[in-house]
């Protein structure tokens, strides 16, 4: 087992299980979280045996997302902090789709934003009873990033995901499961348990055939995915620079509702 600030990695015959393992702070996304989550899948990539991966998190939360936290004190050079963010977050999410093994997730609690559109890239979700999923971008004053454009329109059509992220909405497990954006409800109790046996199952399967399934579907579903991915990190850089993007992240840090002055 190998573990890092931000998560830790187990293997278990050629299936890897990666844990984010920040729950008291709602396994954010910060600046460490996308090197580490980066370094992560790189070295996915350089293991011969792997059959499966299975993400999970600790904790009542899979993730809140972005660290607005972080990005408070920040805020005044939040285009500069997001390019930076999103190089690495970008690269490992990518590199994370497109592995030629299932990749298998499973969500409880809140996940929000980035953390939302890292589970909908996933080959299956399966998310908790009381899973509560929401796009939580635009309610800041953000453009959406993590791949959002692309694995939410994926999942749920475009249309449905346009409303998804335009309207910030949150959805409980049921509508997600309708939206189609997660393939399985089950009950909070026996989540994780699930979650592993699917990927067992999965990275004792026909590996080969999988990743070549893999490759078709996203080829088929998006030819110009990683132009896609750096389209949306330049323009949550250029939104994060605007006057609606730091009002929104200071009320969040406030407390209060963010005063919108389209700028």
Known sequence: MSAL???RVEMQQ???IISLCQPARGNPFDGKFTRDFKQVVLDLWDKPA???????ADGENFSFGGDLKALYPQRDGLGSLVRNWTSDLHMGLQRLWELPVPVVVAVQGWAMGGAAALLAGCDMVLAGESTRIGSAFSRIGFSCDSGSSVTFTSRMGAARARRFVLLGEVLDSQAALQAGLVD???PDVELQAQALVLAQELAGGPTVAYGEIKRLFLRAGALQFAAQLE???LT?????GSADAQEG??????RRKPVFRGC
């Open 231 to 233: 389209d949306e990190a």
């Open 5 to 7: 600030s931000c998560m």
């Open 249 to 254: 992240v200071a009320a969040q840090a406030e």
């Open 14 to 16: 050629g299936l890897a």
């Open 236 to 240: 949550l850089a250029r939104v994060a």
């Open 50 to 56: 792997l059959r499966g991966v299975l993400l999970r």
């Open 184 to 186: 399985r409800v089950v």
